[in-house]
């Protein structure tokens, strides 16, 4: 059961939008009918079954034991009979559908029982000061005509978490968050949409951001929303590029993250691009890679992707995914792989769905390093050596997708939102847009050639079968020898007709 309680405050041009405070619970229950070999939840062939733990429902927020083991006693019996319904079919299926090695694992992995009773956790906001800030850091952004929209939102969550199983686990932990999250839009005159996000994250009140390192953010973001409505488009194009740190974190959260996730090894439908690579060099072997939950900070940033235990009860643990470009591990839930028969603490989902295997912290770490002078020197040499007119700086990052279903193609999609034409001949540097970062796994990652010595960190939510689940990623910005990039999916609607209206200047008397 997870009980949450969110505060939440929004603000949009100078105004203020919406301001509410929540409390809920919500009870999902998990049966698997069978054995740890053979079970419910496996998939036969291409059909893909139920999840044995669906979305579950609300359950009343009074402490009343009775209410609640009657709401247990219910929910129970509804799964019970979905998973013997399935473990049926699953049988008979079996007769007729070829099976892959992956896919003979076991169904369910056998683990230590755990026992912890953590602290309840629970928010006091006082939304008054928020609902004035989001008022005055979105009236900052009416100041330019390059913005046609802001909107700014706070929310603080408090979150705690009760798991019991019949195998014995008693847990009890919880874990409260805050976040500030800035948004601009605006458009250029052929139509391209132009948008500008940056958030701030903490866990601890003292840690939240003061008004001066806010009106810094949203300085930069003006000033480069500004530049992007006005920089010229750029056509799709290959050669050298540099990463910065957080650009290079969301890349490797796409490129490699996903594919590096337990569940896709099994399933007869992905791509399963590192199923049998085990052993093998997949990245440069100066770079090691590590998926680390119990991590709750990197230097002074607090990490989205921490938690000390998974929504399968098992404790978060540092797992070496890559060592000096050899892939070792990939990040488990209790799905287990041949060779790979226990959880690692990486069963994930967001409440509603059934946990499968999911990236938390993601760092990347490199034994090649440069400063940021010398990897751009890298940068200017590459461009020479290949005779292209320039190469490409991608500065910054909104997100990204990644294909890995076998039935796709095994690609990527980066976003990036500010992007810069570097030249060999010393111009200065030329801000550009309208392009997206795409490839291939397989190749992309053996196209860096050197980082940076400074981790950055991305913290974000992704998207994937188990929901939308909070993670972070850390990287030192990339050299990269190739790197593709494509036309950028655009609107054809104009800009407004007319000025905002702080910005359509009035003559005396009304006319204009």
Known sequence: MTETQRAEVSGSNGALLSSAEARNRWLEVSVRAGNYDLDNTRKVGDRQQPPNAGPGGPVPVDDDPEV????????????YRAAAEALIKIK??????????????PDFSREERHSFYGPQVSLSVDRKPWEQRVRDYTAYFRQSAAVINSIVTFTAQAQNQYQVTSEGSELQFGQIRYRLELFIQGKAPDGMDINRYYNFDWVNPSDAPDDKA???????????LEGLVAAPLIEPTAGPALLTGRAAAVFFHEVFGHRAEGHRQKDINEGQTFARKVGEAIFPDFLTVVD?????????????????????????QRVPLVEHGILRNFEMSRSPL???????????????????????????????????????????????????PFGLLIDDIAGGFTFTGRGQPQAFQVLPLVVYKVFPDGRPDELV???????????SLTKIVATGDTLDVFNGYCGAESGSVPVSAAAPEILISELEVQKKETSTDKPPILPAPAHDVVKTGGAQ
């Open 292 to 316: 680390d939950p119990s991590l709750k900070k990197l230097g002074k940033t607090d990490l989205l992707g921490y938690y000390q235990f998974d929504d399968e009860g098992v404790p978060a």
């Open 433 to 443: 847009r309208g392009v997206d970062i795409v490839g291939t796994p397989l190749v």
């Open 92 to 105: 008979t299926g079996r007769q007729v559908k070829v099976e892959t090695a992956e896919g003979e694992a």
């Open 338 to 388: 041949i060779g790979f028969q226990r959880s690692n603490g990486h069963g994930r989902r967001q409440i509603g769905f059934a946990p499968v295997s999911r990236q938390g912290n993601l760092v990347v770490q490199s034994s090649k390093t440069l400063t940021h002078a010398q990897i751009r020197a890298r940068l200017i040499e590459l461009i020479k050596a290949q005779g292209k």
């Open 68 to 79: 609640l083991r009657r709401t247990i006693w219910l929910e129970t019996d509804r799964e």
């Open 214 to 224: 806010v009106s810094a953010a949203e300085v930069t973001m003006r000033k480069e």
